[in-house]
């Protein structure tokens, strides 16, 4: 008889998502923690492990269909096992030897030591830096978003399952205070359209209604101010077009945003109050010591934020390696929910499309975000005399709470100063 096999439980609350591919062939064998399907929550896309093994008999979803955690999405015939979960049979016992008869009892002889059953393959030994869990364990923990190091372990050993890694993101998920994601007012009722003329109703995406909440929240928790501000960016613009092949045999793309994740890290070690978070709960404003930042991107099911860690650490080569790798990661759908994590600051660049300046949103729970715009030549003195320079717009939110007028109009200063003259950040 088939066994059903259904979406299991994902963790921080997640109910369900998009079919993204489905990896199990009908007629084909699957082994335990084999990717069944790749499924797009509101918040990362996951390889969902099969977690039985043997022969595919049915496949009931498609990509594009939609799932709720618990929906049976295969059938597995588990009496046809993959040939790699097949055990040996143990060898026969051997006859035993005719009865010998008593002899006077020998001196006791020391007792043989009992050997040691070796570990079980794929599972890794406790350590202060690693965690006992199979490989399918540790992956599944990374997609959610987990660290598998805090992860209790039920399982023989202290090894932690599956279901452990779930338990633990309830439990986290149960402790949190979440703050409503609204502003407290209720919604008012649309009119109806329709009676002005025709109308296409289209249902948002998983990331477009997580990114709706969050930003509504955002805007009506954090009580934000925009600085303006330019920055001649000629003599880098030449020096980048210079660089430019240089980066590009390393692997990246020397864009201005490579260059103003360089120049933000330098910034924030030198305004740690914009490096923060605010403790509403303790009346505490938690300051950090790493700097990552994320970089906004936009892909066709909307907005998301890759964070790139340790910029102050890296040099702009490695940066634009990096950024490279991410934006498309995040393009094809690869990106998973510790890629959006831990971010410091974040950076907006709508400078590809145009405009001047724009109010980017801070990202709860960081505390600012640079919006870089796109840059034009214009006529502008310089000792006397009018010439023409490649001006770039800048806007900086950030949260009123933690930052003030004077210091945000500093921050964004200095940026804009070490944006016309790149050797500042190595000052």
Not at 93 to 118: D, G, I, L, N, Q
Not at 393 to 402: F, G, I, K
Request: hydrophobic share 40%.
């Amino acid at each position: 008889m088939a066994t059903e096999v259904k979406i299991p439980d994902l963790g921080e609350n997640v109910q369900g998502g998009q079919i993204v591919n489905v990896f199990a062939v009908q007629g084909e064998m699957i082994e335990i923690d084999q990717p069944m399907v790749e499924l797009e929550t509101d918040k990362a896309t996951i390889e969902v492990p099969c977690p039985v093994g043997g022969k595919v008999v049915g496949v009931l979803v498609k990509p594009g269909d939609k799932v709720t955690v618990g929906q049976t999405v295969l059938s597995v015939d588990e009496t046809e096992v993959p040939k790699e979960d097949a055990k040996p049979e143990p060898p026969p016992k051997e006859a035993a030897p005719p009865p010998v008869p008593p002899k006077p009892a020998p001196a006791a002889a020391p007792a043989a030591p009992v050997a040691t059953p070796e570990p079980e393959v794929g599972l890794l030994a406790p350590s202060p830096d690693t965690a006992p869990a199979t490989p399918s364990v540790r992956r599944f923990a990374r997609e959610i978003g987990i660290d598998i190091t805090k992860v209790p372990g039920t399982g023989e050993g202290g090894r932690i399952t599956h279901d452990d890694v779930k338990a633990f993101s309830r439990a986290q998920n149960e402790a949190r205070v979440v703050a409503t994601a609204g502003s407290g007012i209720p919604a008012a009722a649309l009119p109806d359209f329709e009676k002005w003329g025709a109308v296409e109703r289209v249902e948002m995406s998983n990331v477009r209604r997580k990114t709706a909440e969050h930003m509504a929240f955002c805007w009506a928790t954090i009580p934000h101010v925009t600085q303006f501000d330019t920055a001649d960016i000629t003599v880098l613009e030449d020096w980048r077009k210079r660089a430019a092949k240089q980066v590009e045999a390393a692997g990246g793309k020397l864009t201005v945003t490579a260059v103003a994740l360089k120049i933000v890290g330098a910034a924030l070690k030198a305004f740690p109050q914009f490096n923060a978070s605010v403790d509403v709960a303790n009346n505490q404003i938690v300051r950090k010591k790493y700097v990552n930042v994320g970089i906004a991107v936009a892909t066709d099911r909307g907005l998301l934020v890759p964070v790139i860690r340790d910029v102050d650490k890296k040099s702009i080569t490695e940066l634009s390696v990096e950024l490279s790798e991410v934006s498309e990661k995040a393009r094809n759908r690869k990106l998973g929910v510790e890629d959006m994590q831990g971010g410091c600051f974040t950076i907006s660049n709508l400078g590809g499309i145009g405009g001047t300046y724009f109010t980017p949103i801070v990202n709860w729970p960081e505390v600012a975000i640079l919006g870089l715009s796109r840059a034009q030549v214009q006529p502008v003195y310089v000792d006397g005399e009018l010439k023409p320079r490649l001006i770039m717009p800048l806007s900086l939110s950030y949260d009123h709470r933690v930052v003030d007028g004077v210091d945000g109009a500093a921050f964004v200063r200095w940026i804009a100063r070490a944006l016309e003259n790149p050797l500042t950040i190595l000052l």
